[in-house]
């Protein structure tokens, strides 16, 4: 079979034909009234979610940042997040003038470690950032105790883990707020966007503020005239963003989101199927373990940029599955963000800290975060079931730990 491992169809995100069509027909009315379009994707992704507000935002950054500023997050303060994950989920904390505080991860989940966040709290934190990484949800139970008994905000950055689902609760609704970059690699996927969702009244009707204006006027259909944010509260901010910034999706985004709605589970359930097959098969081999969750009703949703333990030297495993074709990756996605080029890179260093200072965090050790790098590889993600084809590529990999004596 003559087959290109790294870009196929059962590996790619792909627009459905509705979907295409549902955006050309947008295209070709107009999108004069397209803001209402946003409205009906936000009533419809926090039916989906179970909660009582869900934001349509231009992308995750943007809603990160809204996110900490509803939750009241402020120069001087501090806000906890993971070492290991994308910068996103930090730096929007050092444009409030906060101060970021690394925690280190948990070995098995890869997710911040509670041990390591209660470390790190001081007098000045008031906020946890979460991040369930690579679709694994983090130990809730134990950090929402730790936010509970120091009276923390708890943000959860859910971009990796759409549909997973931790404790039968769905990643993104068990803190004070969630949100989730909805950008074309992600398990919910469009052409750019993200969400907040939140059960607070008061988070939602501040990130509205912040960056959503255009919703929050006085005409028709608007967020205040239809009732969803309070008139009373809110009037004298009407009219002008405060966070002098515009975060609303872009309605193509919001159109294909209310129909990707339609069949998302059925996409997840596809996805689980694919992926329980593959890990399992690399499990059975004995040669690798699986980074996932079963247990508890907790799971992977949309296994994003998926990676597994390889009992082999990582390297020579990646490298074998290469030379096969297939672009395989070691350690993990990200810098350690104490890493990152803006703790030695001038430019970035001294461009951050004219929001908030920021250096020195690279003198700071995070065993976890570093020994867990040497330890696994990426693996493909699945968006198809197809036995066949999942054989070939556990073959693949069960060859390379085989020809891999370390
Ligand atoms: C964990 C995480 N948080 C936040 C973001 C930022 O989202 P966006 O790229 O939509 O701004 C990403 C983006 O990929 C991400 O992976």
Known sequence: MSFDLNNNEYLNNKFTEKEINITADLLRKGLKDAWKINLKFERKFAEYMNCKYCLACSNGTAAMEEALWACGIKAGDEVIVPVMTYWASAFPALILGAKVKYADIDKKSLCISPKSIKEKITSKTKAIVVVHLYGHPCDMDAIMSLANKFGLKVIEDFSHAHGALYKGRLCGTIGDVGIASCMGEKAFYLPEGAVLCTNSKNIYEKSCLFGHYRYIGLRENSRVSSGIINKQTWQDYIGAPLGAIKDRMNPVSAIIGIERLNHFSADLFEINKAMDLFVRNLEKSGFYKAHRIRE??????????????????????????????????????????????????????????????????????????????????????????????????SQIYIEAAENTNV
Request: hydrophobic share 30%; proline share 3%.
């Open 296 to 393: 508890n009703n907790s799971s992977m949703g949309g296994w994003y940029s998926p990676v597994i333990f390889s009992k082999k030297d990582t390297h020579k495993v990646a490298a074998y599955i290469k030379r096969a074709g297939f672009n395989c990756k070691t350690g993990h996605r990200y810098f350690n963000l104490n890493e990152h080029p803006m703790n030695y890179n001038d430019y970035l260093r001294n461009n951050l800290n004219k929001f908030s200072n920021n250096s020195s965090y690279s003198l700071e050790k995070y065993t976890n975060a570093d020994q867990t790098a040497k330890q696994i590889i990426s693996i493909p993600r699945f968006t198809k079931f197809n036995k066949e084809i999942i054989e070939k590529y």
